[in-house]
T-cell receptor, first 118, second 108 residues
Framework: DTEVTQTPKHLVMGMTNKKSLKCEQHMGHRAMYWYKQKAKKPPELMFVYSYEKLSINESVPSRFSPECPNSSLLNLHLHALQPEDSALYLC?????????????????FGPGTRLLVL | GIQVEQSPPDLILQEGANSTLRCNFSDSVNNLQWFHQNPWGQLINLFYIPSGTKQNGRLSATTVATERYSLLYISSSQTTDSGVYFCAGMSYGQNFVFGPGTRLSVLP
């Protein structure tokens, strides 16, 4: 099973709302990633978790707050977002951390959450 | 970091035609993947191919690591092949970087 699941599929929120995106994988992978993809652009890395610890934060604004409660689950908490944060948010996982052997491994992506901020 | 170029940016084909998509890297990579993003946004893994040649049905890919490029071949294209094709790569100590993509439209 090479499946990464994400919920919700779609999310509409106001700039004062707090919401969370959820990502789950049951492949035993120990590295999980959040990417942001704007329309007609490639995905861009936001965060990397390795063994449930945040290992990479690509200078993402603090209104995005990641959390990795266990090895299968990755959350992205959203607060006080701006309309320009509207995008497709993709979660991915790989067997190992990219800082060790994970840079030579396949990344598997979830279907994404399409976020609209009004 | 690594820079990734893809060509062509857009491609329109008649069903049944063959095509070649190219990906160039500014530096050597240890991880190279090809993805197909369908109209719903799902990124589907096509190949993990840091070097060599692989085939899967009508699709095949070749990476020449020493010359820092990879090719994706689509034969006998079908309308379901439409979407955006991304290559992405990574080396030790760097992040996974995507190319800008090739947008493919296959017409019936």
């Amino acid at each position: 099973d090479t499946e990464v699941t994400q919920t919700p599929k779609h999310l509409v929120m106001g700039m004062t709302n707090k919401k969370s995106l959820k990502c789950e994988q049951h492949m035993g992978h120990r590295a999980m990633y959040w990417y942001k993809q704007k329309a007609k652009k490639p995905p861009e890395l936001m965060f990397v978790y390795s063994y449930e610890k945040l290992s990479i934060n690509e200078s993402v604004p603090s209104r995005f707050s990641p959390e990795c409660p266990n090895s299968s689950l990755l959350n992205l908490h959203l607060h006080a977002l701006q309309p320009e944060d509207s995008a497709l948010y993709l979660c991915a996982s790989s067997q190992s951390s990219p800082r060790t052997s994970g840079y030579q491994e396949t990344q598997y992506f979830g279907p994404g959450t399409r976020l609209l901020v009004l | 970091g690594i820079q990734v170029e893809q060509s062509p940016p857009d491609l329109i084909l008649q069903e049944g035609a063959n095509s070649t998509l190219r990906c160039n890297f500014s530096d050597s990579v240890n991880n190279l993947q090809w993805f197909h993003q369908n109209p719903w946004g799902q990124l589907i893994n096509l190949f993990y191919i840091p070097s060599g040649t692989k085939q899967n049905g009508r699709l095949s890919a070749t990476t020449v690591a020493t010359e820092r490029y990879s090719l994706l071949y689509i034969s006998s294209s079908q309308t379901t092949d439409s979407g955006v094709y991304f290559c992405a790569g990574m080396s030790y100590g760097q992040n996974f970087v995507f190319g800008p993509g090739t947008r493919l439209s296959v017409l019936p």
